[in-house]
């Protein structure tokens, strides 16, 4: 008699399913960091209670901001990736370079960690822990610095050291400039307000104002009336003006002048806004205030030129979304007409815009400046497919010779070489 027992075979969860496994655990861990967060503001004194969620906001906007950037990067690179652009290319990167998977991977984690410690920043405080509450942001910071300088092969040490070096090449333009370097360096310049509320952050840190009310007075160390405000913000905008000058000496190109003068046209925009602070009100309205209004338009109106004229070429804009399998990304942006008014119309706008943001005498709502540096990144975003396209296009005029370079599709498949 023959028997009729089936073996019993291991079966592993279905990719479908482990995804919708982790989607389902990432929704319960936002609800409950919201209903954590909502509880812990509502046990505060209400007369107080605006003040302590600028200071939290203070203190977590900066890493929030990063973190919708390399998701957006993540976006840019998969959008690369369908496209008939090799951005591997156009930034010489080698055959281990993050995928849009390994960027996605990092904003996930920075997505859950950083909201993980505001809501117990919040959580805290209100629960009167002040001393602990106090040390939640300077351990955050103290974590992704120690992630970033992480000497061990983890967490994508050849990508996290190009990272570095591409920042000290930006701060230190010593050597010949590369497009990673100027490329990054723009991004950076859309990422001023970062700086300006990591100095505040880390002044405080430093001189142990978190959680206090210290801070509230103006004139302090760390307060809004400091001049090491405009100097941080016009950080990103002096490494790129002196990247340029380091280009014409290079190359003799009279284009890397009129560059430099572009971005030389927001000093005087960051420093005529922070004189009000530092000078009598009726100086203020009879000479800096129209100056500052006339150095606001110079620089919005010739940044936009240079973005539609030098940056993207317009001209020669179609491979970005030419992708290799239509799907309805492509169908609804390929060739479409509505793509170049919207490009150069919201680029117009936000351009004007980011003015606003970089005038520190404007600043009191910090949510209508979180907001405006909301929509810069995202001006950024797409200011990013079209420069990247622009530099292909100038690759494949030039007649070099491209070599040969691994499809994405094959790299993703092996995309498991880092450790997470």
């Not at 179609?318 to 919201?346: A, D, E, M, P, T």
């Not at 004007?352 to 970089?358: A, D, M, V």
């Not at 005029?397 to 491209?402: I, K």
Request: hydrophobic fraction near 50%; proline fraction near 4%.
């Amino acid at each position: 008699m023959k028997s009729i027992i089936s073996p019993v075979q291991s079966a592993s969860p279905s990719p479908t399913f482990l995804w919708r496994f982790k989607v389902t655990l990432f929704l319960i861990w936002g609800i409950t960091c919201c209903k954590i967060g909502w509880d812990s503001v509502m046990r505060m004194d209400a007369n107080l209670r605006d003040l302590f969620l600028y200071e939290a906001f203070l203190y977590y906007n900066p890493l929030l901001l990063v973190t919708m950037m390399v998701w957006l990067w993540g976006v840019n690179l998969w959008v690369f990736l369908q496209s008939t652009v090799s951005y591997a290319k156009v930034f010489d990167l080698d055959q281990n370079h993050l995928t849009n998977k390994d960027i996605w991977k990092c904003s996930t984690w920075m997505t859950i960690i950083v909201p993980t410690s505001m809501t117990a920043y919040l959580y805290l405080y209100s629960h009167g822990e002040v001393s602990l509450a106090a040390s939640q942001p300077v351990l955050l910071y103290i974590l992704v610095a120690v992630i970033l300088i992480f000497p061990f092969d983890i967490f994508y040490l050849p990508s996290r050291y190009f990272f570095l070096r591409t920042l000290f090449r930006i701060a230190f333009p010593l050597q010949p400039i590369s497009f990673p370097d100027f490329f990054v360096a723009d991004i950076l310049t859309s990422m001023a307000k970062v700086f300006s509320d990591l100095e505040r952050s880390v002044c405080r840190m430093v001189n142990r104002q978190v959680a206090t009310i210290a801070w509230l007075e103006a004139d302090s160390v760390c307060g809004g009336h400091s001049v090491a405000i405009p100097i941080v913000l016009v950080l990103p905008y002096i490494w790129r003006l002196l990247q340029c000058l380091r280009q014409y000496r290079d190359t003799k190109e009279k284009n890397c002048l009129f560059n430099a003068l572009k971005y030389s046209t927001a000093v005087p925009v960051i420093f005529l806004s922070a004189l009000k602070y530092h000078v009598l009100h009726e100086k203020w309205t009879s000479l800096y205030r129209p100056l500052w209004l006339l150095s606001s338009v110079i620089n919005s109106l010739y940044s936009f030129y240079w973005d539609i004229t030098r940056d993207w070429d317009l001209s020669g804009f179609s491979r970005i979304f030419k992708f290799n399998k239509s799907n309805s990304l492509s169908n609804l942006l390929y060739g479409r007409q509505w793509v170049f008014y919207w490009v150069i119309g919201s680029n117009f706008i936000l351009r004007c815009s980011w003015t606003y943001k970089l005038s520190a005498h404007l600043r009191h709502n910090y949510l209508t400046v979180f907001a405006i540096t909301l929509l810069e990144m995202l001006r950024r975003f797409q200011w990013v497919f079209f420069r990247v396209e622009n530099e292909w296009n100038k690759i494949t005029r030039s007649g070099v010779q491209l070599t040969e370079i691994p499809r994405e599709e094959d790299k993703l498949l092996g995309s498991n070489i880092h450790d997470v």
